[in-house]
């Protein structure tokens, strides 16, 4: 046996929005390296496909049902994944949805509702759950938010408002915990090929998505894989010392 980076044999690990992109990518390159994961979604469907592909494989992803958006979901969820593991190590918050590009003064009530209903308070939700889990042993909390939660995002505010405050849970919860050894990072990709980003990509025209795709100086988008890798060295014992920080992927973008 060779000594693979980032190590996460046997880390117990809960991801949500797992059933897809970049939580897909994630939950099925951890139970690929030996982790014991749980894969949480509002997409049962999906969710119960990402589980079976690792199980055909031997690895261990187990899907449960949730709505960050709800509380009451999320306790449910994370005393399933307590039972499930026997404990948890790391919790990928990564469930989110985007908007319909809009200039601000257009945006409906709904979509500011729901992108902070489930990106930021979601997040929160999922947080506060986390953290009686992890404060026997220590852990590690890696929220996904976006280069959007940390520069401007032009036609995307309420997205945007979204990740500059999980970036603000992040930073905050960094500093609470610290002596308690739960850490707690975000990832910050620029846009990634993800169904979401397709989704995106499909309403708007050849230049708008051609300035999408050029936004990052290596002018094209992210692949699922450049993320879950550095996931998987978060989820592992490297970076212990990394705290209250955006881990930025990019291409360069915010260089
Ligand atoms: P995706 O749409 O492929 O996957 C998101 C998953 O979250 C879906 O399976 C969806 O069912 C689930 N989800 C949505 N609302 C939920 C809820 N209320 N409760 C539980 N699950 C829910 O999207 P993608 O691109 O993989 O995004 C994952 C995360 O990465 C999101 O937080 C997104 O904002 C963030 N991100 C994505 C970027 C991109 O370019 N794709 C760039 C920066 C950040």
New binding site residues.
Partial sequence: MGHPAANVEGKKILI??????????SALLLAERGAKVVI????EQ??NEVAEQASAKGQSIVFHK?????GE?VRALFAFAMEQLGGLDVVLN?????HKPAPMHELSDDDFDRNI???LK?VWHCMRAAIPCLLPKGGHVIN?????GLRSSPMISA?SAS?HGVMGLTKSAAIEYAKANIRFNA???????????Q?TLAQLDERAQNAIIKASPMRR??R?EE?SGAVAWLCSDESSFMNGHAFTLDGGMLA
Avoid: H, Q, R
Avoid at 94 to 98: E, F, P, R, S, V
Avoid at 144 to 148: E, G, H, L, R
Avoid at 189 to 194: E, K, Q
């Fill in positions: 949500t929005g797992g059933a897809s992109g970049i939580g897909a990518a949480a979604d509002l997409s999906a969710g949730v709505d960050v958006a709800d979901s990564n469930a989110g949805i985007d209903a489930v990106n979601g996904v938010a976006s280069v959007a997205y990740k990832v910050c990709p620029s846009f990634t090929d993800t169904p979401m980003v989704n988008l992210g699922v993320i």
